[in-house]
């Protein structure tokens, strides 16, 4: 469908700092932009809207909206390491070879320490949890990454935490190949508050750029 193409499209400028926070999403610009129609662009926006990219100002249109202060991050990580954790610990049973496959695919990938770093990142933790079966918690979870990966993507692959992520990356995959639940849940939490350690580094750093 057009409007998931816009979705996916527009969410990645954002994503990757294309779109900054308070940049307006004008139609007829991202209609030329994109070379998708208008309408599958507006129910686009409107999907980022409930995603929490994008926020509709009345008489002003779509903004892309500012990332989550601070607190507020920690308190995502906070949820995120106890739902995600849930779902991988669900997902265990039910992760086939093609799964597998696709998730030592994904880390080869993430080795070569692209742009696309942090969105294969998305897909690999994706990939899990989708074999949960609980796609309403899925989705919550992928609202609750999109924010933070604004931050990261700011950082953009410092080497030595993509690499730490990556032996992580290999640790849950042995871990759940292995049907390890304690050696998943230090791995995933290891994990996820990595990232939370790369977006205080790069707030501490805006605020030591600031003063």
Do not use: W
């Amino acid at each position: 469908m057009k409007s998931l193409e816009a979705y996916d499209l527009i969410r990645d400028k954002i994503l990757v700092g294309e779109k900054l926070p308070g940049t307006r999403l004008i139609l007829a610009d991202l209609e030329s932009e994109l070379a998708i129609g208008r309408v599958p662009i507006r129910d686009a926006l409107m999907r980022l809207d409930r995603s929490g990219l994008v926020k509709n100002i009345p008489y002003k249109g779509a903004v892309v909206a500012a990332p989550p202060k601070r607190k507020e991050i920690a308190y995502i990580y906070d949820i995120r390491i106890d739902l995600e954790i849930k779902l991988a610990l669900e997902a265990m049973d039910n992760l086939t070879k093609s799964d597998f496959k696709e998730l030592n695919r994904l880390n080869m990938e993430m080795h070569k320490i692209g742009i696309e770093y942090y969105s294969l990142d998305r897909q690999f933790h994706d990939t899990i949890y989708t074999a949960s079966n609980l796609p309403h918690l899925c989705v919550i979870v992928q609202k609750l990454v999109l924010p933070a990966e604004v931050y990261l993507n700011i950082n953009r692959q410092e080497v030595d935490d993509c690499r730490t992520f990556n032996n992580e990356h290999q640790e849950i995959i042995d871990s759940l190949k292995d049907r390890n639940s304690d050696k998943l849940r230090s791995a995933l939490e290891a994990n996820i508050r990595g990232g939370l350690i790369v977006i205080e580094r790069t707030l501490d750093r805006t605020v030591r750029f600031k003063g």
